[in-house]
């Protein structure tokens, strides 16, 4: 294994471990199917990448591999994963993210109805807590190194990729927070907005001044500032809203 691929798989464990929890319902075949796509749909996982072994991601997530395994099932015939026999083998996510569409952001919409002004808010609030929460923390050099390389990826990032990155530098400061809780709740709000999210066209200037925002934001985590984290955090989750409802208006 490469350094590149070795840290793509610490990458991988790291942020599946706000979604790979276990599983508290009583229904553990269909929470075990929603974390599935959460972790595939958010970017942690990515087209061609292969998930943990099942025994693992069965102790995770705290099922059975029977449950796990239905539940893969039915994920492969969703054509989200593909599984593969042999040395190299395991499931494989075969998942692509749908090219933005205004269409599809306004079924969205109507599929949130009233409920997007309160996942909107609720994201505003517990995103913008998180990076303050980030800042005040006593970051280790290997965490520090771990948001710059999430912001040096986003920045890199070709278009069709951009949103799946994007969710993965939000994901990276919850989980700085050191609170497996709210790593997780912020991975269950982008979830809750994902669809619209994905939805809106990628556009130049719009990169371009989310990237001085999503900057101001790494540099106060670092800098140890939380109120200049909270408020480049607020800064950034306002202008994505007010560009959501622009397509809308």
Not at 108 to 120: C, F, K, M, N, S
Request: a negative charge; aromatic letters at 4%.
């Amino acid at each position: 294994m490469d350094v590149d691929e070795a840290r793509e798989r610490a990458r991988q464990d790291w942020q599946a471990g706000a979604i790979f929890r276990p599983v508290r319902t009583g229904n553990a075949f269909e929470e075990t199917v929603e974390r599935l796509l959460q972790a595939i749909k958010l970017g942690v996982f990515g087209h061609g990448d292969r998930l943990p072994a099942e025994r693992d991601l069965a102790a995770r997530l705290g099922v059975s591999r029977e449950t796990l395994r239905e539940a893969l099932r039915t994920l492969q015939l969703a054509g989200c994963t593909e599984s593969r026999r042999g040395r190299y083998g395991g499931t494989f996510v075969t998942y692509r993210m749908p090219e933005p569409d205004v269409a599809e952001l306004r079924r969205a919409v109507r599929d949130l109805g009233d409920d997007l002004e309160d996942a909107l808010t609720y994201r505003l609030v517990l995103e913008s807590g998180a990076a303050e929460a980030a800042a005040r923390r006593t970051l280790a050099p290997e965490q520090r190194a771990y948001l710059e390389s999430r912001l040096a990826d986003l920045e890199g990032a070709p278009a069709e990729r951009y949103r799946q990155l994007d969710s993965r530098f939000h994901l990276a400061v919850g989980e700085l927070t050191g609170s497996p809780t709210l790593a997780a709740g912020i991975a269950q709000a982008r979830m809750r907005l994902n669809d619209l999210l994905n939805a809106i066209p990628v556009l130049e200037r719009n990169i371009e001044h989310a990237a001085e925002q999503h900057r101001a934001m790494v540099r106060a985590i670092l800098d140890g500032d939380g109120e200049a984290a909270r408020r480049a955090t607020e800064e950034h989750l306002a202008a994505t809203a007010a560009l959501l409802r622009g397509f809308l208006g």
